[in-house]
């Protein structure tokens, strides 16, 4: 089992940045593909970022590319999304969620791929 527990969403404005943090326990942290994803109020889950066990590959959303950066911390169990240039349009439920991979370079970009979610942080971007 691993745990996870998202925090640092907020209201902001337009055009602000924004780290969200995600805190792991349980299992071995490091071996395990963690990914990003948000649901707006009446749509959807879907994909943000993703990064592997190891780090070294990572993947975003079309929507995002250019603005949000995912990053992890092994040491701290720990993953981060650090999120510039807000648009309202990224207001969401925000959920980090940890997927078994076999492959340090591995990562998941649909909901499938992964085994444990945290229960989400709001991030709300005024215009």
């Known amino acids: 089992q691993v745990q996870l527990v998202e925090s640092g969403g907020r209201l902001v404005q337009t055009g602000d940045s924004l780290r969200l943090s995600c805190a792991a326990s349980g299992r071995t942290f490091s071996s395990y593909a963690m990914g990003w994803f948000r649901q707006a109020q009446g749509k959807e889950r879907e994909f943000v970022a993703a990064i592997s066990w190891s780090g070294g590959r990572a993947g975003y959303a079309d929507s995002v590319k250019g603005r949000f950066t995912i990053a992890r911390d092994n040491a701290k169990n720990t993953v981060y999304l650090q999120m510039n240039s807000l648009k309202p349009e990224d207001t969401a439920v925000y959920y980090c969620?940890?997927?078994?991979?076999?492959?340090?370079?591995?990562?998941?970009?649909?909901?499938?791929?992964?085994?444990?979610w945290g229960q989400g942080t709001q991030v709300t971007v005024s215009s």
């Open positions: 969620a940890a997927g078994a991979t076999y492959s340090s370079q591995n990562y998941y970009d649909t909901i499938p791929g992964y085994d444990y």
